[in-house]
T-cell receptor, first 112, second 114 residues
Framework: KNEVEQSPQNLTAQEGEFITINCSYS?????LHWLQQHPGGGIVSLFM???GKKKHGRLIATINIQEKHSSLHITASHPRDSAVYIC??????????????FGKGTLLTVNP | NAGVTQTPKFRVLKTGQSMTLLCAQD?????MYWYRQDPGMGLRLIHY???????AKGEVPDGYNVSRLKKQNFLLGLESAAPSQTSVYFC?????????????FGPGTRLTVT
């Protein structure tokens, strides 16, 4: 079983819809990251969370440490939001906590 | 700042050939990482470095070597390429901020081994 599970794997939405992508993990963590990767493009960090909630524009990320679960929400989705969204966790391993374990990603397609 | 850059962007190798991928960052970051990304799988850590002159193995190190002779550069070498090493390779760098290490990624190198 992967340490980081994302759902859904694929998501298609109409422009303007509210989007939720989920991430569950099985280990104790020191932080959780949400990343965005456009087709053929590089990877950009969206959020880094250790508790609570963060908001940036139309994107909101929440984390529930007790339930080992995080969600990424996109309000008023737009075709330019179409990308792969990747969840990654940082956990203590071998005396360090600077390495990430990644989920497989969620492919989001927003149609006009 | 250019951030994290990778050279080359694309490469095709024949089985058994060797090559070196270069990662450079101008943010004075201590930590650098090499990942590979394959379809249906999450990013996997190949090797990483916590400072100039230091390197360590990640999750999938076999068939790769690395060097960090200068703080700003992290090189990934394939001594004898195999088709299983066909992948997209990403370099990243990070710095400690209150114990949480945000990673900055390069644009990726698409490598095909035939």
């Amino acid at each position: 079983k992967n340490e980081v599970e994302q759902s859904p794997q694929n998501l298609t939405a109409q422009e303007g819809e509210f989007i939720t992508i989920n991430c569950s993990y099985s280990v104790g963590i020191s932080a959780l990251h949400w990343l965005q990767q456009h087709p053929g493009g590089g990877i950009v960090s969206l959020f880094m969370l250790s508790s609570g909630k963060k908001k940036h524009g139309r994107l909101i990320a929440t984390i529930n440490i007790q339930e080992k679960h995080s969600s990424l929400h996109i309000t008023a989705s737009h075709p330019r939001d179409s990308a792969v969204y990747i969840c990654a966790v940082r956990s203590w391993s071998g005396g360090s906590n600077y390495k990430l374990t990644f989920g497989k990603g969620t492919l989001l397609t927003v149609n006009p | 700042n250019a951030g994290v850059t990778q050279t080359p962007k694309f490469r095709v190798l024949k089985t058994g050939q060797s090559m070196t991928l270069l990662c450079a960052q101008d943010m004075n970051h201590e930590y650098m990482y090499w990942y590979r990304q394959d379809p249906g799988m999450g990013l996997r850590l190949i090797h990483y470095s916590v400072g100039e002159g230091t390197t360590a193995k990640g999750e999938v190190p076999d068939g790769y070597n690395v060097s960090r002779l200068k703080k700003q550069n992290f090189l990934l070498g394939l001594e004898s390429a195999a088709p299983s090493q066909t992948s997209v390779y990403f370099c990243a760098s990070s710095y400690p901020e209150q114990g949480i290490y945000e990673q900055y990624f390069g644009p990726g190198t698409r490598l095909t081994v035939t």
